[in-house]
């Protein structure tokens, strides 16, 4: 089995820049180093990533904040910001072809994935933030008869924003997108493992009319690249996707430099609980396996614990096993592929390495645990479930960030909501049940950010995403979103008679 034919295929269609972007052109990192650039699908090393490091984001920073004092996008008309980021939108849809298989060779999810959701979703969150430009007020104070309040948005300044791989650029497009909305200029760190579609983005946007230095991309190691951005004196607010480890890193930066604003977007564990009323027994097993094998597991979000009452358990975990048995790994090229890689080696390691920690601690494979695809050199593992998980076991505790269910049985609604909760995650949870009292109870109980009943992840940009507890804090979409990014400052004026 080999996808080379393909990856090369994919390869001749798209622009592969791995440089830095910084006050409107590309540059190679300060030092001359560089980073390879490897595709899931096979193995292959598909093109060199600027390895930026301190000095580069003095740099970006720099021009960030020399673009934010200039004004030239700060003090843009309203309108004139809108039309900028309208054409910017336009012009990510019309690359939306290119930059799906650049998401798509670069962590190796299914292109079907990245032309039906990722691309489409970045767009819209695009254009979502162009219209509030004009579209949100500031605010009058309830002042006495004498003077009159102002309470008025003013942009934070340069953000820093530090993105994760697994939805390489709609995670980012969640933070450049409502910071450019609020006037603020930007300096982007994006995932060494998948940076070049948010390269791409960037460049477009200067082509679509964004002022040099007002969205900076600089692509490096967490470590060192990250690590700057999060400690830099010249950053107003930093805003983080990724996970819960790094998250507390990213605050202790905040608080040893600045006192930079920050928010977290981190990871989770999150519960889907399956109630013996369950409306739709065949709809619900398709969406509990699809609520972990989705990206293959790699999604913050994922329902990896699988709460499913004692009395319907064995007959829905079939259902979901059988889910998980249809779904072989496969080119993520093909657009019939439904599920694809994950995003490098040492990710395949560490999804391994739990299905180990799990038969080792005692629970059940039903289905799966193990590598596929080895001889295509690519990062592929089977979709896995494992029942008899106790609640207390590594493989309950810890996101996997893989194809993993881990399902726990429970007696009744009061022993789910405790098991549901008995996490140090927050960021998501579900329940299915035909009685509405059970739903609003479990709305009312749960501790997370999102909660479903009878579906997962149902999402929309209008509604916010984010999580309680080590989760993170902040949120991203909505037009709460915008609170991220700005000041706001009170004007108060004394009349004379
Ligand atoms: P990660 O924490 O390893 O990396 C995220 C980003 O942080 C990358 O750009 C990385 O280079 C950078 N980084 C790493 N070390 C750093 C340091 N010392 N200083 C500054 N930056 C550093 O996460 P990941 O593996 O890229 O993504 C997976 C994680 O992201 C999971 O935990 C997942 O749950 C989480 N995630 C959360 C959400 C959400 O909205 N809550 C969404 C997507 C992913």
């Known amino acids: 089995m080999t996808f080379s034919k393909s990856v090369a295929a994919a390869l ?4 592969l820049r791995g440089d830095a972007f910084i006050n409107g052109e590309f540059r190679p990192a ?83 994935n990245t032309k039906s959701a990722d691309i489409p979703l970045v767009v819209q969150t695009v254009r979502y933030y162009a219209e509030a430009i004009d579209k949100v007020n500031d605010e009058l104070g309830p002042s006495p008869h004498d003077a009159v309040s102002m309470i008025v948005r003013e942009p934070l300044g340069v953000i820093g924003a530090v993105t994760p791989w697994n939805f390489p650029l709609l995670m980012a497009s969640w933070k450049f997108a409502p910071a450019l909305a609020t006037g603020n200029s930007v300096v982007m760190k994006p995932a060494e493992q998948a940076s070049l579609s948010m390269l791409r983005a960037a460049a477009l946007a200067a082509e679509a009319g964004l002022p040099d230095g007002v969205l900076n991309v600089v692509p490096g190691e967490g470590a060192k690249a990250g690590k700057a951005l999060a400690l830099h004196m010249d ?7 990724g996970s819960t480890a790094v998250g507390k890193l990213i605050m202790g930066y905040a ?56 009395s319907i358990k064995d007959a829905f975990l079939k259902k979901v096993a059988a889910v998980a048995k249809d779904l072989a790994p496969g080119d ?9 890689a994950l995003v490098d080696e040492t990710q395949m390691n560490t999804v391994l390495g739990y299905i180990r920690k799990g038969n080792e601690e005692g629970a059940q494979l039903v289905c799966g645990g193990e590598r596929a695809l080895g001889q295509s050199g690519g990062f592929y593992v089977e979709p896995t479930i494992f029942s008899g998980v106790d609640n207390k076991m590594t493989i309950a505790r810890e996101e996997i960030f893989g194809p993993v269910i881990s399902a726990i049985g429970f007696g009744d609604f009061d022993e789910a909501m405790t098991i549901a909760n008995d996490t140090i995650y927050g960021l998501a949870a579900g329940i299915w049940t035909s009685n509405v009292n059970t739903a609003h109870r479990a709305a009312r109980t ?25 989760s993170g804090f902040g949120r991203d979409r909505s037009l709460h979103a915008l609170d991220k990014y700005t000041e706001l400052k009170t004007v108060w004026m004394q009349l004379r008679d």
């Not at 950053?235 to 996707?241: A, P, R, S």
């Not at 990206?295 to 009452?309: K, N, S, W, Y």
């Not at 501790?447 to 507890?469: E, H, L, M, Q, Y």
């Open 235 to 241: 950053v107003d607010g930093i805003v983080f996707t």
């Open 30 to 112: 300060q030092s001359g180093q560089t980073l390879p650039c490897v595709t899931p699908i096979d193995g292959s090393e598909i093109a060199r990533l600027a390895a930026c490091d301190a000095g580069d984001i003095e740099t970006a920073v720099a021009a960030a904040r020399a673009s934010f004092e200039a004004g030239h996008w700060r003090k843009m008309a309203p309108r004139e910001k809108k039309k900028i980021l309208f054409a910017f939108a336009d012009k990510l849809e019309a690359h939306a072809e290119e930059l799906a298989l650049l998401e798509t060779l670069d962590m190796g999810k299914p292109i079907a």
């Open 332 to 340: 993520p090229l093909d657009p019939d592929t439904k599920f694809g």
């Open 12 to 15: 001749e269609t798209v622009s």
């Open 255 to 310: 608080a040893q430099s600045n006192l930079k604003r920050v928010a977290l977007e981190c990871g989770g564990k999150s519960p889907q609980i399956v109630m013996e009323d369950c409306p739709d027994f065949d709809a619900a097993a398709d969406a509990a396996a699809w609520a972990v094998f989705y990206d293959q597991g790699q999604v913050c979000t994922a329902g990896t614990r699988l709460l499913v009452q004692n």
């Open 446 to 470: 749960l501790r997370a950010g999102n909660v479903w009943v009878n579906c997962w992840d149902g999402s929309d940009i209008t509604t916010p995403f984010g999580g309680f507890k080590q």
